[in-house]
């Protein structure tokens, strides 16, 4: 196997693990022939389009030199959300005397209890995922490095495979920052903090993006004592700041200590412990902690794969270069996912697979501005996004309407104690044509489905409004975003209509 991903401990689950998605004893097919489509890399992008261009009949390749699956289920959504969920039933038993039950004094996580039922169940999700899966829909299986040998040829494990379309598939990495000391010191990413069996009494986090924040949140609610980093005045910089803002609040109730506008200059050593130093307010601040996860920057994988011998042009941090319609400088090879993508979402390559189908096999011109992504960082509450923020539409010297409902006005939110959050709406300036939406609740990434929905299929905001939402939820809050759209159409000449209308009737 590779040393890209180290199934740590390898016990009963990550041997089931590695026998789906990586075979030790896996043997490569012959080739036969020209493939229609020949994949590089089989994480969701990759999975994607094999799958669904060897459902239409056409002959398929797919290469991976590590674990089926890619990120997503290995080291990323996958394995993160089964520790987040342990992480919330751990914070619904330290609350629960708030709804009136009591628990004894002295409880506690099993960290290694719930490191192992990640683990197993990652493990019995990776069946989709299976080598053998794909094989037995017809698709040529490769395990191996691929690399282009000319601009319709590429190699692996000694054997030439010829396309006439390829597609790159192969995903991103954490970043390697040059900190000083970062190396001599040691760090965890995403790739490796899911191999934790010891637990971290101080974790340190250096980055408050969503994977850095997700994980912070996680840890303090297993019980770990964390500090987080962040060189902006709030952690989710990306988002609205209030909708950060309830997202901090909520994590420093749950034990988070942030060190905001701060830099990380250097890491040290210091007996067992491990020493992050900031810079805040121009004064260095340093923290001791046994463990440091370093929660920021993806870098493409796009080098060894020679890229240069197919007439593919790419850049080590943009990642490949592509048209609108994933199609790269080599007419015959296109790319998918977080190779080439500023959207790193399995959803997003998800759907930027589909659109490579298209136009390799049918000379389609989809195009991936056509996407509605939406996105979702999985803290306690959520934030979920979907198309415009304010700031962009201004520099982009779009007028837009902004309808914001509390979900401290939602009365299932309130019953269920979950009131610090919002559903805001973004219209073009006097219609109702939906641009954007921020929803923060503790299921933010289903509701934002509804909005991305209505986005997708220009649905206004007045519809929404008028569709009837069940009692007592808190999509309803969505609805009610309607209601608000809909009582600015009562201007003040309609309102004295009206009035006249109902006493002439009376």
């Not at 342990?86 to 209890?113: L, Y």
């Not at 390559?349 to 991936?368: E, H, P, Q, S, Y």
């Not at 919002?422 to 503790?442: E, M, N, P, S």
Request: aromatic fraction near 6%.
């Amino acid at each position: 196997m590779s040393d890209l991903i180290q199934l740590q401990p390898f016990d009963e689950h990550n041997q089931k693990l590695q026998s789906n998605v990586h075979p030790p004893d896996w043997a490569n097919p012959e080739p036969s022939g020209r493939y229609n489509l020949v994949v590089i890399g089989a994480g969701t992008a990759g999975l994607v389009t094999a799958a669904g261009a060897a459902g239409l009949g056409a002959k398929v390749a797919l290469i991976e030199r590590d674990l089926l699956g890619g990120d997503c289920l290995n080291v990323g959504c996958v394995p993160s959300k089964g520790i987040i969920s342990a992480a919330r039933i751990a914070a619904s038993v330290r609350d629960a005397h708030e709804f009136g039950v009591e628990v004894p004094e002295g409880w506690k996580v099993d960290f290694g209890k719930a490191m192992e039922r990640m683990r197993r169940l990652r493990a019995d999700i990776s069946r989709h995922d299976s080598a053998a899966r794909f094989r037995d829909l017809g698709i040529d299986v490769f395990l191996g490095a691929g690399r282009f040998v000319g601009k319709d040829s590429i190699e692996v494990a000694g054997t030439r495979l010829k396309y006439k379309r390829a597609v790159i598939a192969t995903g991103a990495r954490a970043a390697e920052l040059p900190i000083p000391g970062l190396k001599e010191v040691g760090y965890l990413t995403n790739e490796s903090v899911f191999s934790l069996t010891e637990f971290p009494e101080h974790l340190i986090v250096i980055g408050g993006g969503p994977i850095g924040t997700e994980m912070a949140q996680t840890f303090a609610r297993l019980g770990a004592k964390v500090t987080q980093i962040e060189m902006a005045s709030h952690i989710l910089s990306r988002e609205d700041e209030d909708a950060a803002l309830v997202v901090q609040k909520q994590m420093e109730k749950d034990g988070v200590h942030f060190l905001l506008n701060a830099k990380t200059t250097r890491l040290g050593k210091r007996g067992d412990g491990k020493v992050v130093f900031a810079e805040q307010n121009g004064q260095e601040i340093e923290v001791v902690g046994s463990e440091v996860l370093l929660g920021i920057g993806r870098q493409p994988n796009v080098e060894g794969m020679g890229l240069e011998e197919a007439g593919v042009h790419y850049d080590v941090r943009g990642g490949v270069q592509v048209n609108d319609r994933l199609q790269t400088t080599n007419p015959r090879v296109y790319a998918a996912g977080d190779v080439c993508s500023q959207f790193k979402f399995t959803h997003a390559a998800d759907f930027m697979a589909r659109i490579v189908i298209a136009n390799t096999l049918f000379m389609g011109r989809a195009k991936v501005s056509s996407l509605v992504i939406p996105w979702t960082t999985y803290t306690s509450p959520e934030v979920a996004h979907v198309g415009i923020y304010p700031h962009q539409a201004q520099q982009q010297g779009i007028a837009i309407d902004s309808y914001t409902q509390p979900l401290s006005g939602v009365d299932r939110a309130i019953l269920e104690s979950e009131t610090d959050g919002f559903v805001r709406v973004h219209v073009k300036q006097g219609t109702d044509r939906i641009l954007g939406a921020t929803i923060v609740a503790t299921n933010a990434g289903d509701l934002i489905g509804e909005l991305t929905l209505a986005m997708k299929n220009r649905i206004g905001l007045g519809k929404v409004g008028s569709t009837i939402h069940s009692y007592p939820t808190q999509a309803e809050a969505i609805r009610k975003l309607g209601d608000l759209y809909s009582r600015t159409r009562l201007t003040p000449f309609r309102k004295r209509m009206l009035q006249r209308f109902l006493a002439w009737t009376r």
